[in-house]
Every structure is written in C-alpha cells, then in structure tokens.
C-alpha cells in the first residue's frame, strides 16, 4: 500500500513537471516585434552585439521574432547580405533615415519641447511602416531597443495589443549629463547643458509608457527610480555569445601590447580614448619604450588616424573584434562618461585578456578589482597599473582565469534570455 507520504511526493513532482511544461509551451508560442534604431548588424558595437547574441538565443525558445529598424546613413548595411548564421528573424523591415546631426535644425530644435536626440528618430516613413505590420500581424510583446523610440508608443498602442517592453541600454540623459561635466569650452557646455536637460525631462516622463522596463544594471533602475519611475521594471544584464573553439590562453610577451576597442563615433569612447593617449600613454612610453597601443573603431576619425606613431597603431575599423583582442593580451577602457555596461569588457573576459577600466567602464559588470579586472580612474592609477602588468606577468594569468570564470557564471547569453523570459512568462 502506498504511503501517504509518497502519494503527496508525487503529486508535487507532477504538478512540478506540469508547470514546467506549461512555462515551456508559453514560450514556444511568444511572438515578438522588435524595433531599434539601427540595424543590429554587423555587431560591432555594443548595442548591436547585445541585440545580435540576444536574438540568437531568443530565436532558439521562441515561436517568432520580426524586426522593424531603422537603417541608418550613418550604420547603413545592405540588408541583402545579412548571413543566414546571423538572420535571427522570421521578417525583416527597414527604413531608411538620414540620422546625421544637421545643426541648423539642432539650433531650431531648442525652441521645442522634444529633444533633438529624439527628434531625430522621428519618422513619418517609420510610423506608416510600423502601422501595416501591426495590423498584418499579432504580437505579444513590442521589445523597443531604447528611449529613442518612445514616441512610436501610442501607434503601438492604438495597433496591437501586444506588451511594450522598452529595454533602456543607458540612461541617456546621464551620458550626456557627462559628457557636459567633461566639456571646457563653455560655450558648447552650456548648449549640451540644455540638450541634456531636454532629455532628461523627455526620458523620466516617457519611459513609463511602456509596459515593462528593462535595464541593464541595478544602478541603472536605482536611477530611475529616484527619477521618481514606478513602472514595473526588471534588471537583465547584458551578455554574448561565445566560441568555446578560440584558443583563449594567456601570454604576455614584451613588447607589451595594449588594446582600445571601441566605436569612435561615440562620444564617450573618443574623449576617453584622446585623455588617454594625453595624460596616459606618453608617460607610459617614456619608460618602456617598446610599449604598443592598438586601437580599432567603427567610423575612426581622421584626428585619431593622424595620431600613429612608433608606439601606436590605428587599425579603423577591423573585421573580427575577437581576432583583435586575442593579438593584445591587455585592453583598456577609459572611459570618463556613458553608462550602461560595456559589451566589449565581456568579450575581451571571456576571451581572459587583461582589462583596465575606469570605475564608469565597468558599470554593471560584478567584477572585482586585482581579481577579475585592474580599476584605474586617473592617469596616475592607469600608469601604475600597465606598470603592474609589465614587472608581474606571473599574477596576470591568475586574473585572466578569474575573468573568463565570472563571464561563464553570469554573462553567457544563454542564462540572459532563459532569465527575462521568466520574467515575460509571468506577465502572459
């Protein structure tokens, strides 16, 4: 005769494996539209890399993903090209926008209430676009990739039923507020000041229009909701995809060699990278002559170009991101603004490459200074701690394996996706 004991022990594993499969079926049948403001391909920046190693792992769970994105001048691609490898979509629609910074109609901006970071992501083409494939199609959820979109709000909510989640890769009006902080010229300062106010009134007033707020870090929430938010809102780290195949072994040979990786039409990355090469790098090279810096970017400018030397080289834009970190067994992130967590410190740990980054660099990322990453906020503390990487290369290789072991515990796309589907299973 059956116990009671046994008979409840398995009515709680078959309500368990119940659940389980109901979670499953939940998500198999999620439909999801994407939009973003540009398109996610290549993924060499870290919006694309995160939307690009997202996707593929989301595809994988899901019963369809359709994305709407601008296709920019400024990141145009041939849509035509895209790699079957890297086509995470069911369909894919594309608007054309000439996104440059036209500064006339920056001046004419400042007389209205929306900014001009917004403004000009504001499309009539994009509006009548998003309006035929929602009323062709049925959605469960809206992912928007950004405030920069949120004026397309109310056509989703006048066309579909779906959720709006918006996952917000910063907090905008922060990286500029900044930027302005870093800016001499007053002038300019003050201009960037007012931009960034505009902003930040914009994004605390529209960010909960959304459904579902996604952020990247925990201070990132923090910061909304002092900002005073109180939409239901989750932290869901940022990740990437990787391949186990890459001999990623740690050897540091002298010369030293040092990498910058970053795209170079971002303000914050160009203004770290310049007061780095100012107040760092010359120093560096003064006692150890050999020393080199390897820095590669989307969009590299001519100024950064111009400043190759004997002890730096300017690559531009490079094809694979890995290749080029592999080739330095150290990288630096200098960076003095921004926000949000930096794609490219995950790469560069799960490939164990030595990281020196200033405390904003590494925001969101649950690392620890001398074990899984160098933190250095002033010149001072950037030379001290290369220095550090050239006299003691036997504790680097320690840092490396500590690196590569945070990425694998928390930073895999894989657990990302399974973790904000959870989240989305609750809300069906």
């Known amino acids: 005769m059956q116990s009671k004991y046994n008979t409840n022990t398995n009515y709680i594993g078959n309500l368990f494996l119940l659940l389980l499969l109901l979670h499953y079926i939940n998500t198999k049948l999620m439909r999801f539209l994407q939009l973003i403001k540009k398109f996610p391909y290549p993924p060499k920046d870290g919006e694309s890399l995160l939307v690009s190693s997202f996707n593929?792992?989301?595809k994988k769970r899901v019963n369809k993903i359709d994305l709407l994105a601008f296709n920019?001048?400024?990141?145009?691609f041939d849509i035509s090209k895209l790699p079957d490898a890297q086509n995470h979509y069911n369909e894919i629609y594309e608007v054309y926008l000439d996104n440059r910074i036209k500064w006339h109609e920056a001046l004419v901006n400042i007389f209205s209430k929306t900014p001009y970071h917004i403004s000009r992501f504001i499309s009539k083409e994009f509006e009548e676009k998003l309006i035929s494939v929602l009323n062709k199609n049925q959605y469960d959820?809206?992912?928007m990739e950004s405030i920069y979109l949120a004026s397309y709000i109310p056509i989703i909510r006048n066309h579909s039923k779906a959720k709006i989640i918006l996952r917000?890769?910063?907090?905008e009006h922060e990286i500029w507020e900044r930027i302005a902080k870093n800016t001499s010229n007053i002038i300019k300062k003050t201009y960037i000041n007012y931009l960034t106010n505009q902003l930040k009134t914009y994004e605390l007033n529209h960010i909960s229009d959304a459904d579902l707020i996604i952020t990247l870090t925990s201070r990132d929430l923090k910061k909304l909701r002092d900002g005073g938010i109180k939409t239901e809102a989750h932290v869901v780290p940022a990740g990437i995809s990787t391949n186990n195949k890459i001999n990623t072994e740690f050897v540091l040979r002298k010369p030293i060699q040092i990498s910058f990786l970053g795209s170079l039409d971002w303000i914050p990355n160009l203004e770290g990278l310049k007061w780095f090469i100012n107040n760092v790098w010359h120093k560096i090279t003064l006692e150890n002559s050999n020393s080199f810096l390897h820095i590669a970017g989307r969009n590299t400018p001519k100024a950064i170009f111009s400043l190759e030397s004997n002890n730096?080289?300017?690559h531009g834009e490079v094809p694979d991101s890995k290749e080029f970190l592999l080739s330095s067994p150290i990288m630096i992130v200098p960076l003095l603004s921004g926000g949000g967590m930096r794609l490219k410190i995950l790469e560069a740990m799960a490939l164990g490459r030595i990281v020196i980054s200033t405390s904003i660099g590494f925001e969101g990322i649950d690392a620890t200074d001398g074990k899984n990453i160098l933190v250095a906020n002033t010149a001072?503390?950037?030379q001290e701690k290369i220095q550090f990487?050239?006299?003691n290369p036997s504790n680097l290789?320690?840092?490396s394996h500590n690196a590569k072991q945070l990425f694998e515990e928390k930073y895999k796309t894989s657990k990302i996706v399974d973790d904000f589907l959870d989240i989305l299973n609750s809300k069906i």
């Not at 920019?72 to 145009?76: A, Q």
């Not at 917000?168 to 907090?171: E, L, M, R, V, Y």
Request: net charge neutral; charged share 30%; with cysteine.
């Open 380 to 382: 001072k503390e950037f």
């Open 168 to 171: 917000a890769h910063n907090i």
């Open 141 to 143: 959820f809206v992912l």
């Open 56 to 58: 593929e792992e989301l």
């Open 397 to 399: 290789k320690q840092i």
């Open 312 to 314: 730096i080289k300017v």
């Open 389 to 391: 990487c050239i006299d």
């Open 72 to 76: 920019t001048i400024k990141h145009h």
